[in-house]
């Protein structure tokens, strides 16, 4: 079962369309449950290579990074415990700064 929702795929921009915004919208909140691993998603977008590709900011345990993420990948990757990713259904859509939490200083 895909992650993404045709609906959810369909209103995201474009790869690379908010790369200069300093305060990107995010669309979704990926989880990997019972662990601390997230990706907030900015932009999808179909490539030759990997088919259709998430733009997200991935933030784990010490890390924050953003990066490109082919579907798939998400599809396939598993837990510790074999957990699937999910998608957060309650997550608001928003600007980064409003709905991702900031990183412990």
Request: charged share 20%; with cysteine; hydrophobic share 40%.
């Amino acid at each position: 079962m895909a992650i993404i929702s045709d609906q959810l795929r369909a209103s995201l921009p474009p790869l690379f369309a908010q790369e200069a915004d300093d305060d990107p919208v995010v669309y979704a909140r990926l989880f990997l449950p019972g662990t601390s691993l997230n990706w907030y998603v900015l932009e999808g977008g179909v490539t030759k290579e990997h088919g259709f590709v998430l733009s997200c900011l991935f933030v784990g345990r010490e890390e924050w990074s953003f990066g490109h993420f082919p579907e798939s990948f998400l599809e396939q990757f598993r837990g510790p415990n074999g957990e699937v990713i999910e998608i957060d259904t309650a997550f608001p859509t928003g600007r980064l700064h409003d709905v991702v939490p900031a990183p412990d200083s």
